[in-house]
């Protein structure tokens, strides 16, 4: 693991993969200098890519953050590699339409709607609702409990396939402070009905190998060392991008804090190859 600057390191790389939460942005907005930064990448050359488990709003909404001082958009919504957009996919794929049940907001519900299927919250679904599939999307817009308890209910009357659009068990929200995310709720889920939902976001790698894709239609021959994935995140940006082939950086603006580098990197196993503060140094 190798300690660099971020500016530096960023010129070693045509293409670079970004995680959204803890690294450009928080549960307030942009964080710091983040469209600066963005801008500088950008007249340097460099390809960007959010690669990101937010799957609380569509690809259009979440293109919304990314703008520079004169609003216009910095990082399009083709750009941004969503796992919500690959939840809806899988389930599209494993169902022939129907009713979805989902936890999450209005706004997370459109990945389902655009997969050509219908989505019902699950706090207006119970054991006898005709859903023939349930998403986990995000873990606002429900009553924690109630989600819960019906999700619990519907699954031990009627095992559905399930997707998992977020797995992060946290999230930075701002001046140090981490909150539960969906995949929290996710493993609770699936420790009491003793089994594995599908998961569609970071570490897995259908998350890298469509942001891969992509970027090889701008750079043909691109290989996978030739891009650098940055995130807060041992378990999902670092070790998703590492088990990839990407070289990887975390940065220490989000999850993960700087003073518990060295003790999670050796009980986790999980090295970056490079390590930064921020994007911003």
């Keep these: 693991m190798q300690e660099r600057s971020f500016e530096d390191l960023a010129d070693d790389f045509p293409v670079i993969f970004l995680d959204a939460f803890g690294v450009l942005i928080d549960a307030s907005g942009l ?12 007249t340097a050359g460099k390809d960007l890519y959010v ?6 709003r569509s ?6 953050y990314y703008v520079n001082s004169e609003g216009r ?3 399009a919504a083709d750009r941004i590699i969503s796992s919500g957009t690959l939840a809806g996919e899988v389930l599209a794929e494993r169902i022939d339409g129907g009713k979805v049940g989902y936890l999450g ?7 389902i709607r655009r997969a050509g299927l ?8 119970d054991e006898d609702s005709a859903i023939v599939g349930i998403a986990l999307l995000d873990d606002e817009g429900f009553d924690w409990r109630e989600g819960i308890n019906r999700t ?3 699954l031990r009357h009627k095992p559905v396939p399930t997707v998992v659009a977020n797995g992060d068990l946290g999230y930075p929200v701002g001046n140090g402070r981490v909150e539960a995310a969906i995949g929290s709720i996710a493993q609770v889920l699936e420790g009491i009905l003793d089994t594995r939902f599908i998961r569609c976001s970071k570490p897995d790698s259908i998350m890298f190998s469509r942001a891969f894709e992509k970027a090889t239609q701008d750079h043909p021959g691109l290989l996978t060392s030739d891009v650098l994935m940055v995130g807060d995140t041992l378990q999902t940006d670092i070790r998703g991008g590492r088990d990839f082939g990407l070289k990887t950086a975390l940065v220490c603006s989000g999850h993960t804090q ?20 921020s994007i911003f140094t």
């Design 31 to 42: 964080m710091g200098p983040s469209p600066e930064v963005i801008e500088r990448l950008l």
């Design 51 to 56: 690669v990101t488990n937010d799957a609380s």
């Design 59 to 64: 690809p259009e909404a979440l293109a919304q």
């Design 73 to 75: 958009p910095t990082i």
């Design 105 to 111: 907001t209005p706004a997370s519900a459109e990945y």
């Design 118 to 125: 219908e989505p019902i919250p699950i706090t207006q679904c």
């Design 152 to 154: 619990l209910a519907i």
């Design 258 to 277: 700087r003073s518990r580098v060295p003790e999670l990197v050796q009980r986790l196993g999980i090295t970056p190859d490079f390590l930064c503060e």
